[in-house]
């Protein structure tokens, strides 16, 4: 918390599912935006991963 009115407040912490967003400035919420579209993206790619590992280990045990 700022001693003085005048000083700029400290960063918020990250981000939490629900909480208030009326106190982030716009390029606090674009960052946050941009943070989530990339663990999206992260995620994704995880998935697509286990998928595909997943549709490996049906068709070895489908040649049996």
Known sequence: M????????SKS???????DLSK???DELQARIDMLRGEIARIETELQ?????RSAAE???RRS
């Not at 991963?49 to 590992?53: E, H, I, L, N, V």
């Open 2 to 9: 700022a001693i003085f009115d005048d000083e700029p407040a």
């Open 13 to 19: 912490g990250p981000h939490e599912i629900g909480q």
């Open 24 to 26: 982030l400035s716009r």
């Open 49 to 53: 991963s286990k998928g595909a590992t």
């Open 59 to 61: 068709a070895l045990f």
